[in-house]
RNA sequence: GGGGAGAUACCAAAGCGGCCAACUGGGACGGACUGUAAAUCCGUUGACGUAUGUCUUCGAAGGUUCGAAUCCUUCUCUCCCCA
């Protein structure tokens, strides 16, 4: 059994733990468990920080489950919310925990002996747990001046805080409690921000059993300039190929400042410590190869996204930033080309909307439904800063005939945003 | 309860009768440089648009004026001080 602690200390994953948690786990196979609310109809890659606390779990010889918090989705965890949340709908949580299990069946082994893999639904145990009982079997175990003194709940004191939401550590509390029981599971992880639901969870078993649980919580990851991680300009980026494609997912790793780096290796990839520092002593040496981004977007892409996905995103990677200009996109054949740029928005347009726009801000702007350009007046803006490129090649005019450019296979047109926004224009028969 | 200060675009913060679509800083976006990095520099940042044009903005509603973010009235909210 691998020293899993130490293997986590290693890769700065550690915020904080109880005692004795190395102990424990040295001692004998563990569970452990964290749990993942289904806020939304896909997980992040902040989720992913800590499913990959599941997976060294797993590769460290334990037995991880991911919990799916069907029930505490309904009520809205107040951990690091300044204010209080709308509750979402049943049917908007059922679809959500169904895609989100589909996800998390994706990174954990489920067929590898003792320490196979589970997931879990707290709605399964909650679902028909009374108010009267629960109050009668749980809520006397905790006082609410205990519950208080928790971060979440104090900084929402000044602002206000509902009774559910103050609720929700106890829930959760109750949950590991019920997995200690019922699962063996003696350690609760997940990341900083879920300290003060973990220990209550710690205090609840200790309460009433008399026995002891275990915490571990990792670090939030940040940003080397302090913003938040995770976020690329159109928002999160997430698990699902649906919302984030997997050449958007590629692009968003392969952009991570050089300083990043070191530490999302470490969180995010399974290379080994020996492995992370030579390949940090390559990238040092020749920096321009950006050696640490390539290794790191290509591990979590093919991770989340699969080897077919990952290749895929790489050859678009390369026809859209490489070397090869006009001719090197008008040379693929069509299928390689419409395959390397499966992740890249597109729009479709009929051939007479085509040939009818009378300059290119029309064909951006009004052809296009406003799919690419909101107006024509960002059309200009954004052509006057030099900031559009058609088929790789610079745009010097809002005035120009759309007829005027080659469309590639008779069919294609290549714009592009900036530097890394890519849109496809699809001209029909 | 008494007294005082304030509410301006994504945020912060100037403006206090016309030269204000509103200084400046941050953020965001774009460009140059580079390595699809960082730092730096430049540009854009109410909307529509190209006619140096129109429309809508300065807490809300009214009013004064040829003309108001700027003056007056009422209202709403925020902050501070004294009780």
């Known amino acids: ?44 890659i902040g989720n992913l920080a800590t499913i990959m606390l599941l997976v060294h779990f797993q590769r460290c010889g334990h037995k991880p489950i991911a919990l799916i918090g069907g029930a505490t989705g309904m009520i809205g965890d ?48 909650m679902k028909n747990f009374s108010f009267l009982e629960f109050l009668r079997d749980v809520g006397k175990h905790l006082t609410v001046n205990y519950m208080l003194a928790k971060d979440s709940v104090q900084k929402r004191l000044e602002s206000g805080i509902s009774y559910t939401e103050f609720s929700y550590q106890l829930l ?37 059993s008399g026995k002891t649980a275990y915490a571990l919580t990792t670090p939030l990851v940040t940003k080397s300039d302090g913003t938040k991680f995770g976020k690329s300009e159109s928002g999160n980026v997430w698990l699902d190929a649906e919302m984030t494609s997997p050449y958007q997912f590629y692009q968003f790793w392969l952009n991570v400042s ?22 940090e002593q390559q990238h040092a040496q020749a920096p321009h190869q950006r050696i640490l981004q390539k290794a790191i977007a290509e591990q979590v892409t093919e991770r989340v996204h699969g080897k077919a996905e990952l290749q895929k995103a790489k050859t678009a990677s390369e026809i859209l930033f490489g070397k090869g200009v006009t001719d090197a996109l008008k040379s693929l054949d069509e299928k390689t080309f419409l395959q390397a740029l499966e992740g890249v928005p597109q729009t479709h347009i009929s051939a007479s909307e085509f040939y009818n726009c009378h300059n290119l801000a029309e064909l951006l702007c009004t052809a296009t439904r406003n799919e690419i350009f909101p107006s024509k007046s960002e059309v200009r803006k954004m052509v006057q800063n030099g900031g559009i490129s058609i088929n790789k090649q610079k745009v010097e005019s809002t005035e120009i005939k759309p007829t005027a450019f080659d469309l590639i296979h008779n069919r294609y047109l290549l714009v592009q945003k900036g530097k890394k926004n890519y849109h496809l224009v699809v001209v029909k028969d």
């Open 1 to 44: 059994m691998k020293n899993f602690i130490e293997e986590l200390r290693q890769r700065g994953m550690i915020q904080d733990h109880t005692p004795e948690v190395e102990q424990q786990l040295n001692s004998q196979m563990t569970v452990g468990y964290i749990g993942f609310d289904p806020t939304a109809a896909s997980l992040h």
């Open 172 to 208: 959760q509390a109750y949950d590991f409690y019920y997995l200690y029981t019922n699962k063996n599971v003696k350690l609760q992880m997940g990341g900083s921000d879920q300290w003060g639901n973990i220990t209550s969870g710690i205090e609840l078993i200790r309460r009433i």
């Open 258 to 279: 050089d300083e990043d780096t070191h530490k999302l290796i470490r969180v995010f990839t399974l290379f080994s410590i020996e492995e992370i520092q030579s390949l």
């Open 78 to 125: 107040p951990s690091g919310k300044s204010s209080e949340r709308n509750l979402l709908s049943y049917e908007t949580i059922l679809h959500n925990q169904a895609r989100i299990r589909k996800q998390l069946e994706h990174f954990l082994d489920f067929d590898c002996g003792a320490n196979s893999a589970e997931i879990v639904n707290n709605y399964d145990w």
